[in-house]
């Protein structure tokens, strides 16, 4: 039984483990609504398009909220010398072969932003959408990305990434016309999961479908101001 | 110290895990060589066009070698219910919640394909670049997909599941007039990082470089077949 019993110590420690993490994102989610900041965790497959969004976000919202990033990947810095590019503060968690973030690690590196003079900061996550689906990070609001390339059953094979998304973000709709992908079925998988979830059809490429993420994202940060109030 | 002697009870399983993991992979690996079956272990993002690939695989091959597959997912048997319709012997494997398949998985499953009839198994990995690279399932040959759609970057970002694969196979091809994606750089990626990798440009839409990957595939299973000659 010498096996069984090393299973059941792993689970108690995996709940351990998220049992802390829970802590920390609270804690973090606190401190950054005190602050008016909105904290968004971006979660998607490998290439579907996070810093893509991200930059046609920052050159979008520049004069509306002040953007900061936090970029999760297991190796290299690339995404972050494409945001700082576009002048955005932003911080490089390199996770060396782990496969999500949490929320100690989100938590020192938003010691490294100036939030006092941000109003949003994404998290863009490690692509996967198996792990990081397990782990709060504090945010106040989840996205996750589905491209069209990747087919509309992604949704049911990965579907603790789509049920516990706020908004959907389907995105690379330009190439609609060249991939087999059903829109319609795939937001009946959205909701059969998540009914709640908004979804949001997107091009980083030709625009379509930026004003209606622009305008959730202002949404988004009022529900964060008021909420200090409160 | 309760944290740090925490964390070391973590590392300390995790290793003990991956040499369990070894044993089984060996001892399934030496089962197939001596029944002349060729294993072959896929990895990829979510949607990068695996199933389809075996889909053509399977039309192609059918009167030169006879395939099974063992297939995971996190949820559904949509890729069960895709590859039975081709006549190919499938188990599938619904992990539930976990981001990768373990050796001891793919041993339980192979007890429910027909191996004395098969020349070669795939196994399709769970959509993730990832942990799955760090599971040998005692695969003659690993086989790694990126699709191009997803950046030829994802090759640095992930660096562990293009070292240890024996082939790169980009995807998708027939995007590359629609999408950006520089192929010279994508092999450049790839042999910086494993230089006898044989790269395959592939379209299971087209058609185009299914014959190379094809003959690769008779090449691997002639050379498991002289293996048991040994």
Redesign the interface.
């Known amino acids: 039984m010498a096996n069984a019993e ?1 299973q059941w ?2 689970v108690l ?1 995996l709940e ?1 483990l998220l049992q802390a993490n829970e802590l920390i994102a609270e804690r973090l989610r606190e401190r950054l609504t005190d602050a008016g900041v909105l904290l968004i965790n971006m979660l998607s ?4 398009g996070k810093t893509t969004l991200l930059e046609a976000t920052v050159k979008a919202l520049s004069d509306k909220l002040r953007v900061g990033a936090i970029l999760g ?4 810095e ?1 995404d972050y010398e494409r945001l700082s590019a576009y002048g955005v503060p932003a911080v490089q968690i390199v996770t060396g ?3 999500h973030l949490e929320a100690a690690m989100v938590e020192q590196a938003m010691h490294r932003l100036p939030i006092e003079n941000l109003s949003v900061v994404f998290i863009e996550n ?6 990081p689906a ?1 782990f709060r990070l504090g945010e106040h609001f989840r996205v996750t990305l589905l ?1 069209v ?3 509309e ?2 949704v ?5 990434a789509f049920r516990t998304a706020d908004a959907v973000l389907i995105t ?1 709709v ?2 609609l016309e ?2 087999r992908f059903n829109v319609e079925l795939a937001e009946g998988y959205i909701h059969s999961l998540n009914p709640n979830a908004r979804v949001v059809k997107l091009s980083a490429l030709t625009g379509y479908g930026l004003d209606e993420w622009l305008s959730l994202l202002l949404e988004w940060h009022k529900d964060v101001l008021q909420r200090v109030e409160l």
Not at 45 to 48: A, D, L
Not at 126 to 131: E, S, T, W
């Open positions: 090393g110590k792993q420690m351990r497959s490998p290439g579907s990947d297991v190796a290299t690339r072969g782990e496969c490690v692509g996967n959408l198996v792990c397990e491209s390339p990747e087919g059953d992604k049911l094979k990965y579907p603790h690379k330009d190439l060249h991939v």
